[in-house]
């Protein structure tokens, strides 16, 4: 609701609007060392069972140009097993999770759950469930077709040191000749000790013998095989069989041979009893190819690319003379899609080698010979028309069998549903450059021949900016090439931005944008980011430490109404705010409503607005989601504050506080920055800048993830223990506060008769000072971790004050013990002024803080004036 609000009645929540201004191995559990999850939607995984993993991530951006919002309807996307404890069918209404195996259906997008029985009749629309008011549909996403990893365009950062390893492929090492000590000195967990040790006593009952597959002529030259352990006397269709299980292959056996891979001249084995007739080198186990037959025909599965809502594959025969353009024709038919031109359509290969394959692109000549190799787990290309897919695949299964099995084929459209435009968001770059100068910075990275073709905007205050191409091959190439790239000792930060259709959003639908800081909050951040990703779009998602909020605002640039939800400390918000105010221009939203999860230590706005003191992680993401929903909008005052310096300030941006780093200055020394919460001079300012000094000189030893939880423990007391680490971490950060404070009484006193040194003017009146060592400008009655400074409400000249009012209350402390005091509750602050324009003038050098962050001013002159830019609140 706009305009004119009552004042906050109750607890409600609040959010600020800127107004102008699974798959895993049945029955076992999943050990943390050797498992892998994908960060988006929560899939697991044991390391040794990765190749029977399906692809099974929910479609997050599935945009066609052709289709209309009327006539577009969102599928669920079912998963089995893993349901909450609990869960009750949505059809039959009774339980459908268990505890012993995987059972039961969830839907990844609405969450709910049937039976495998009930599913036929669940309607196969999805509405999102309780978040439709906030969900970014996938039908209005899309994402170029490029070569770029997925978690460079959601902005997923690889925070571990070391990557699962793949247990499927082991390598040889030429030094090694004993392959079971290297698989016991490196297995991990007491799963793989056992199956060692199975395997061992079996080989001494049986006098069994290792034997070392290799799929193809790639494995060989990398030395990467798999061992099968079989009998001495196993016959060729055992010992076949069990190298087409090593490779989890399900075709017929007889498409396969086995071959000598010592031999000089390789041939199909066709003795009885193979492993009698095997070339032995010395010092090394027995090893065998696992060959394709390579028949003359045979048959591929097409599977459809946004073909008109189609999503299940077809099977088609092909021949070795069978061309792409031919394959195309009869894959439409099958389709049903007669009247189509098969000229608008082509075929794309897509291996899913989960090893993590090569995929090379061209570089410039000028940055050498050779090729870039993208570490990628899914490399795809377009096939050429008159290419044969029978002969592809026959070529392939030379190199590796497990390559081909792996190997798709997709139809799709010619023309990519994205458009011609394709943007990158590039950060770290020097600020306040003109436009000509950051073209000149890039041109030279990039070359004449891969030059962009617009740019902008342009974030000045940020160094950062927005490139567009319409080649996605010299997109690819740009975007690989300023990821490597140094600045004034930054490396560039780099994202490929995903493309939002605002015409495919229904119409009651408020997308809302998130940002989380992780570093707030200890590890809580990262564990909110995750969750809201598999709650929500992982499009609308964005880790503020991996381009902060400016490219999730240019992505949602042309949505008219969107909200936004910012988890992390009072800084943080000032952070969104502010680049709100840089961007608010270029958007359809200028002024989109913004919530609050707190993960900071004082959390003051997000107190004043009935979001809590602080998050815990014991808050069920889900319900945050959902108050974010019911919140109305209530408006909150913002001021700019305009510091006019009597001598330049040499000092270089690195002493200076982060707000002023990214402040206006001009040239007559002036700096201009946007209050939200307050402003303090004296006492005040000088503790929370020994605060923050000591942050920064020593971060671990003020977030909780310096609080390790002990191990061994089961997941509900791990998460009791990362909520008691958060408090723990909260009271700390308080209590060397107090340290700070009680040396600040034995010490000099550098706010000292404060009153003498500085002159208050409040609406064009002189005020009398108190004797104090600290005045503090309020806009929120929060400070300092929840205390109120101006007090219960009492019968005096004053007007009760709001967030809303357009007016500034001005209160003194007189010493370090008047400031506990308040904090604790048993005192207020000394009133001394109410107005809406304050000017203060400071003789000397004294601490100032702009809603907590500090620094040394000079003599100067202060000027704290109404700003134009509003801020909407919802309680």
């Known amino acids: 609701m706009r305009g004119t609000l009552s004042p906050i009645v109750g607890q409600n929540k609040v959010i600020i609007k800127e107004n102008s201004a699974m798959f895993v191995e049945r029955g076992s559990m999943i050990p943390g060392p050797c498992a892998a999850k994908v960060s988006l ?81 669940v309607p196969p629309e999805c509405n999102f469930g309780s978040l439709e008011p906030i969900m970014l549909p996938p039908h209005a996403v899309s994402i170029p077709r490029t070569e770029v990893p997925m978690d460079a365009i959601f902005g997923v950062q690889r925070r571990r040191k070391e990557g699962i390893p793949h247990r499927g492929l082991i390598p040889e090492e030429p030094s090694s000749t004993n392959l079971r000590a290297w698989d016991e000195d490196n297995a991990s967990g007491g799963y793989q000790q056992q199956k060692d040790k199975d395997r061992r006593d079996r080989e001494e009952r049986d006098e069994a013998e290792v034997v070392k597959v290799f799929d193809g002529n790639l494995s060989l030259s990398r030395r990467m095989f798999r061992s099968v352990t079989v009998s001495h006397n196993v016959t060729l269709e055992q010992l076949l069989s069990s190298a087409l299980k090593a490779f989890h292959i399900r075709r017929d056996p007889k498409h396969f041979y086995i071959a000598d891979a010592y031999t000089a001249e390789e041939g199909e084995l066709t003795e009885q009893y193979p492993l009698h007739h095997l070339i032995r080198a010395e010092g090394k186990r027995p090893a065998v190819f696992l060959r394709d037959k390579g028949n003359d025909c045979g048959e591929i599965e097409v599977y459809p690319s946004r073909l008109h809502g189609i999503t299940s594959y077809r099977v088609l025969t092909v021949t070795n003379e069978t061309t792409v353009a031919e394959l195309i024709i009869t894959a439409l038919q099958k389709y049903g899609l007669l009247g189509e031109d098969s000229k608008d359509y082509q075929m794309t290969e897509v291996c899913l080698d989960k090893g993590g394959q090569c995929t090379p692109v061209a570089l410039r000549s000028d940055l050498g010979s050779g090729s870039l190799l993208i570490r990628s787990p899914v490399s795809e290309r377009v096939m050429g028309m008159d290419e044969q897919p029978w002969e592809c695949l026959k070529a392939l299964s030379r190199d590796s069998i497990r390559q081909m099995e792996l190997t798709r084929f997709y139809l799709q459209k010619v023309e990519d549903p994205h458009g011609p435009s394709i943007a990158l968001f590039v950060g770290n770059l020097p600020m306040n450059l003109s436009q000509r100068q950051y073209e000149s910075i890039l041109i030279d990275m990039l070359g004449k021949d891969n030059k962009f073709v617009t740019i902008g905007p342009i974030y000045y205050e940020y160094g950062s900016l927005v490139i567009t191409y319409t080649d996605p091959i010299e997109a690819v190439r740009a975007f690989y090439t300023l990821r490597e790239v140094m600045v004034e000792d930054k490396t560039l930060m780099v994202l490929l931005l995903p493309n939002i259709t605002p015409s495919m959003i229904p119409p009651k639908v408020k997308p809302l944008l998130v940002f989380v800081n992780v570093k707030s909050g200890g590890c809580q951040g ?46 943080t918000i000032g952070w969104v705010l502010q680049c709100l105010d840089n961007v608010g221009q270029d958007s359809e939203c200028s002024s989109p409503p913004c919530a609050i999860v707190p993960l900071g230590t004082g959390n003051d706005l997000a107190r004043v607005l009935h ?26 005052d913002r001021w700019t504050v305009v510091i006019h310096t009597d001598e330049k300030d040499d000092r270089p941006p690195s002493t200076l506080p982060p707000c002023a780093q990214v402040g206006t200055t001009n040239e007559d020394n002036t700096q201009i920055y946007v209050m939200n919460n307050y402003f303090g001079i004296g006492i005040d300012a000088d503790l929370c800048l020994d605060f923050h000094n000591a942050r920064e000189e020593n971060p671990n030893k003020f977030n909780s993830r310096s609080v390790s939880s002990p191990s061994g423990k089961k997941g509900g007391e791990i998460a009791d223990d990362s909520c008691l680490s958060v408090s723990l971490t909260r009271i700390h950060n308080k209590g060397v506060y107090v340290k700070m404070g009680l040396r600040k009484m034995v010490s000099g006193k550098l706010c000292k008769d404060l009153h003498k040194l500085i002159v208050l003017e409040v609406d064009g009146k002189k005020i009398d000072l108190p004797p104090v060592e600290g005045i503090i400008i309020l806009n929120i009655l929060s400070w300092g971790s929840g205390a109120n400074p101006w ?6 000249h004053f007007s009760k004050p709001n967030h809303w009012d357009g007016m500034l209350e001005v209160v003194g402390v007189t010493g370090v013990v008047h400031l506990g005091q308040i904090q604790s509750g048993l005192r207020s602050a000394i009133r001394i002024a109410q107005g809406g324009h304050i000017r203060v003038r400071l003789n000397t050098e004294v601490p100032i803080q702009v809603d907590g962050e500090p620094w040394i001013q000079g003599a100067s002159e202060v000027t704290i004036l109404k700003s134009a830019l509003k801020a909407w609140l919802d309680p």
């Open 526 to 571: 990262l564990q909110l980011i995750a969750s809201f990703r598999k709650l929500l779009n992982p499009y609308q998602v964005y880790d503020l430490d991996n381009g902060g909020p400016l490219s999730g605002l240019y992505v949602f640039r042309k949505i008219e109404d969107y909200r936004i939800l910012v988890c992390g400390g009072d800084g």
């Open 41 to 121: 939607c929560g899939y697991s995984v044991h390391a040794e069972c990765q190749d029977f993993a399906t692809p099974d991530c929910k479609e997050c951006e599935t945009y066609i140009p052709e289709r209309q919002l009327d006539t577009t309807a969102h599928k669920h996307h079912w998963r089995e097993g893993n349901l909450p404890p609990n869960s009750k069918c949505v059809i039959c209404k009774k339980t459908c999770w268990s505890a012993e195996c995987l059972t039961g259906f969830r839907c990844e997008w609405c969450g709910i759950t049937c039976h495998p029985g009930c599913k036929k009749n």
């Open 791 to 796: 007090g219960p409400e009492k019968d005096d």
């Open 611 to 636: 979001w809590g003191a602080g998050y815990t992680g014991g808050e069920d993401p889900l319900t945050l989601l959902r108050d974010v929903i019911d919140a109305e909008e209530i408006r909150l």
